[in-house]
T-cell receptor, first 112, second 115 residues
Framework: GEDVEQSLFLSVREGDSSVINCTYTDSSSTYLYWYKQEPGAGLQLLTYIFSNMDMKQDQRLTVLLNKKDKHLSLRIADTQTGDSAIYFCAESMAGNTGKLIFGQGTTLQVKP | GAGVSQTPSNKVTEKGKYVELRCDPISGHTALYWYRQSLGQGPEFLIYFQGTGAADDSGLPNDRFFAVRPEGSVSTLKIQRTERGDSAVYLC?????????????FGPGTRLTVT
């Protein structure tokens, strides 16, 4: 079945790198996404990766995909206090509906 | 430009009552999605519309839940005989087209509390 798992909490110091991990079970995933949710705000798409890629870099964000192990990670370089939020990993299934399956979210706490 | 809007932002209702939640997607977006987010969880898919038709309603938990999109724009999620377990934030998203290549833009959600 479809399942996406994330660790619940990560705490880092400002200026350090953060790495948020995610595992998924369905090998037919076509796209994998990272969303950010801040208190009182809607979900914001940060970045995504197509399932035939293994890495994508976008400014301070690096996404790594290990399709064999069904493991996805998001690295945030030079983490800032403004990066404190909940980060969700999500997968989009084959079949072209765009239905997203989300993990339970990782709360990132950035200490000054 | 305007993003996805949802009304009301908060809704408190008594167990057993009927509620309607409204979503206004971004103009021109043909795909519309409803998700439900319980406290401490990620969003859970409910239903997907392509135009006026529900292309995938596999996430609706039971027949108390129903959604419509009669003119292919605004959508209403309807919940009959509400239960305390229906309390959650209901999120709407829209995208230019179906499938993973199109970004889904999320609204701020409607927080439903059933007392």
């Amino acid at each position: 079945g479809e399942d996406v798992e994330q660790s619940l909490f990560l705490s880092v110091r400002e200026g350090d790198s953060s790495v948020i991990n995610c595992t998924y079970t369905d090998s037919s995933s076509t796209y994998l996404y990272w969303y950010k949710q801040e208190p009182g705000a809607g979900l914001q798409l940060l970045t995504y990766i197509f399932s035939n890629m293994d890495m994508k870099q976008d400014q301070r964000l690096t996404v790594l995909l290990n399709k064999k192990d069904k493991h996805l990670s998001l690295r945030i370089a030079d983490t800032q206090t403004g990066d404190s939020a909940i980060y969700f990993c999500a997968e989009s299934m084959a079949g072209n509906t765009g239905k997203l399956i989300f993990g339970q979210g990782t709360t990132l706490q950035v200490k000054p | 430009g305007a993003g996805v809007s949802q009304t009301p932002s908060n809704k408190v209702t008594e167990k057993g009552k009927y509620v309607e939640l409204r979503c206004d997607p971004i103009s021109g977006h043909t795909a519309l999605y409803w998700y439900r987010q319980s406290l401490g969880q990620g969003p859970e898919f409910l239903i997907y519309f392509q135009g006026t038709g529900a292309a995938d309603d596999s996430g609706l938990p039971n027949d108390r839940f129903f959604a419509v999109r009669p003119e292919g724009s605004v959508s209403t999620l309807k919940i009959q005989r509400t239960e305390r377990g229906d309390s959650a934030v209901y999120l709407c998203a829209s995208s230019l087209g179906p499938g993973g290549t199109y970004e889904q833009y999320f609204g701020p959600g409607t927080r439903l509390t059933v007392t």
